[in-house]
């Protein structure tokens, strides 16, 4: 079972393409809408957060999370991956994944495992507009990764603060105006020339992307950063099929918030006519009386951020360096239809009687 995780609205555009991609497996997504957005807030307020969201995930069955969330992937998913998941022994045999390397990887025409400049890419001098939230944009993590492969390429990021609240609010007018002013910027900041691609670095901006287009000048290339990491899953899953099983033997689609379920579905159906209701997550426990179940991982999790040069940010795996597009292999023949089943049940609550201690609400079946 795979787990899919965001701060709201946003991972539904990668959860939507994973599940049109693998239609036979069970897939679960998790939305923190009582937290989010994530793209302003402290860096180590982002780990907690995500920590927390993965967790849950994988105390619901996920032996895999996929973060559906460049915010989360540029703050967190190396500490979660590095510092956290292998003092976990709880969580042993899981792994957390980032969208960035996928992203990487095709924006530049490169295999992620290329980590110095070769040829033909030590020449790529693209011109390439990123677009994210502040803490993506700040983090640099598109320019590190983008500039080890190929150094020449032309960068313009621009954060575009107040788009994730515009499009969770369904406030057309205000993201109408962010965009438009967004792209005005970068464009000023390319001088005028087209670009050759732009990422939406937030999968939240996919939901706006005919508006990004719009005042974009024509033709220009916009990656679709959900069929891009749907294409890099593909090819892990193939390497690493376990990680795609689950222990029920059910294809199950469940849909979870930690805001109104009501309200979330019904903003979803904006852009995913099909999303299945979501159903109620508590809200994850407030930061400032968040405490780790060891003190030693909490510890881990306090350590400034690790430097950015030399190790992944978020590649689809913590041990294997060989990932690579360009190493996919043929696809594995399609698993025997299952049986629909009713959903597990969730983990018993460490406080029985608490939903609030309990993490995540008791499924709908
Ligand atoms: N959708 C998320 C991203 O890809 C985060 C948006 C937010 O919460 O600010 O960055």
Not at 105 to 125: F, G, L
Not at 193 to 209: N, Q, S
Not at 327 to 333: D, I, L
Request: net charge positive; aromatic share 4%; hydrophobic share 35%.
């Amino acid at each position: 079972m795979i787990g899919v995780l965001d701060s709201g609205l946003g991972g539904l555009t990668v959860h939507e393409a994973l599940v049109r991609r693998f239609p036979k497996l069970s897939i679960i997504y998790l939305g923190d809408h009582a937290n989010d957005p994530y793209g302003d807030r402290p860096s180590q307020e982002i780990v907690a957060q995500t920590r927390d969201g993965v967790e849950r995930l994988f105390a619901v069955g996920c032996r895999l999370v996929l973060l559906g969330c460049n915010t989360a992937t540029a703050m967190a998913a190396r500490r979660l991956q590095q510092a956290w998941l292998p003092h976990e022994p709880r969580w042993a045999g899981r792994n957390v994944l980032g969208i960035v390397a996928p992203t990487v990887e095709a924006a530049t025409r490169t295999p992620w495992a290329v980590t110095t400049p070769r040829y033909p890419q030590k020449n790529n001098d693209d011109l390439i507009i990123v677009f994210g939230t502040t803490r993506t944009v700040q983090s640099g993590v598109y320019r590190e990764e983008i500039h080890k492969r190929c150094p020449r390429v032309r960068l313009v990021e621009h954060a575009c603060p107040g788009l994730v609240d515009a499009i969770e609010g369904g406030d057309e007018a205000a993201a109408e105006r962010i965009v438009a002013r967004a792209c005005e910027t970068a464009m000023q900041g390319t001088g005028g020339e087209r670009p050759d691609r732009v990422i939406l670095g937030c999968t939240h901006y996919p939901i706006v992307a005919t508006r990004f287009q719009a005042h974009l000048p024509d033709g220009v290339r916009v990656l679709s950063q959900p069929e891009t990491v749907a294409d890099s899953l593909e090819d892990y899953l193939a390497r690493h099929p376990a990680y795609a099983g689950d222990d029920t033997g059910a294809c199950m689609l469940r849909v979870l918030t930690t805001g109104d379920p009501n309200q979330v579905t019904a903003a979803a159906r904006r852009f995913w006519r099909d999303v299945p209701t979501h159903e109620a997550a508590c809200a994850f426990p407030k930061r400032s009386r968040k405490k780790c179940a060891s003190p030693e991982t909490d510890a881990l999790l306090e350590r400034p951020a690790i430097p950015a040069s030399g190790s992944p940010h978020c590649r689809f795996r913590r041990d294997d360096p060989d990932q690579s597009l360009s190493r996919r292999r043929p696809r594995p023949p399609p698993p025997p239809p299952r049986r629909r089943s009713p959903p597990p049940r969730l983990p018993p609550s460490s406080s029985a009687s608490s939903p609030s201690a309990r993490g995540i609400s008791s499924p709908v079946s």
